[in-house]
């Protein structure tokens, strides 16, 4: 089945602590991104990446670091949590460039809570 | 910064009735704009997308309507089902820039039954 996973679904989490959340997509995507959202502000997008070792910021990059070793995943990676990033995170994949090309496929999300 | 401008923010429609959900932008050079469907617990998912060379795109109880010079598109939802209940996003980006996908802020729909 085509799909974009992301672990975990839930975490719970200190400030400070440093956490990576895994996205993985099985579809031989060269785009992929990571989402957060919030009540009232919609989906931002934090990071991207055109392809392996491509990526760039997005909207709201501040407190967040990615890396795509391999096509197939993105992590994201919280060196020091803070509360402010408390929110619902979605990675998302797409085949990329070229009419048609563009719709995203999102995974299931990952609800994070920095205490 | 670009953006995409969403209202209503919720919206109740009793079924049968029709849905509409409305999108402004501003920056002139988008040329792709898609409406996502999100459910509870899910990601978004693609519902239906629309280019400034038509002015309407039809996909069943879904109708986008585009307006160029006005700058805004709009989701009507014909016919709507308490399955359509859940909250949509409008979005927009450049052709040259799709990794650039701008969200409006979304719409909590019901449908009540």
């Keep these: 089945e085509a799909q974009v996973t992301q672990n975990p679904r839930y975490l719970i989490t200190v400030t400070g602590k440093k956490l990576t959340v895994t996205c993985s997509q099985n579809m031989n995507h ?17 990071y991207y990446s055109m392809n392996v070792e491509v990526t760039d910021k ?17 992590p994201l990676i919280l060196e020091s949590p803070s509360p402010n990033q408390t929110s619902l995170y979605f990675c998302a994949s797409s085949f990329g460039t070229g009419e048609g090309n563009e719709k995203l496929f999102f995974g299931s999300g990952t609800q994070l809570s920095v205490l | ?31 792709y704009f898609p409406w996502y469907q999100q459910f509870p617990g899910k990601g978004p998912a693609l519902l239906i997308a629309i280019r400034p060379d038509v002015s309407e795109k039809k996909e069943g109880r879904f109708t986008i ?43 909590r729909l019901l449908v009540s039954p």
Aim: net charge positive; charged share 20%.
């Design chain 1, 30 to 46: 060269e785009y992929m991104s990571w989402y957060r959202q919030d009540p009232g502000l919609g989906l931002r997008q934090i």
């Design chain 1, 58 to 74: 997005g909207d709201v990059p501040e407190g967040y670091k990615v890396s795509r070793k391999e096509k197939r995943n993105f």
């Design chain 2, 1 to 31: 910064q670009q953006q995409v401008k969403q209202s209503p923010q919720s919206l109740i429609v009793q079924k049968g009735g029709i849905s509409i959900i409305n999108c402004a932008y501003e920056n002139t050079a988008f040329d």
């Design chain 2, 65 to 107: 309507s585009f307006n160029k010079s006005a700058k805004q598109f709009s989701l009507h939802i014909m016919d709507s089902q308490p399955g359509d209940s859940a909250t949509y996003f409008c979005a927009a980006s450049m052709n040259t820039g799709f990794q650039k996908l701008v969200f409006g802020t979304g719409t």
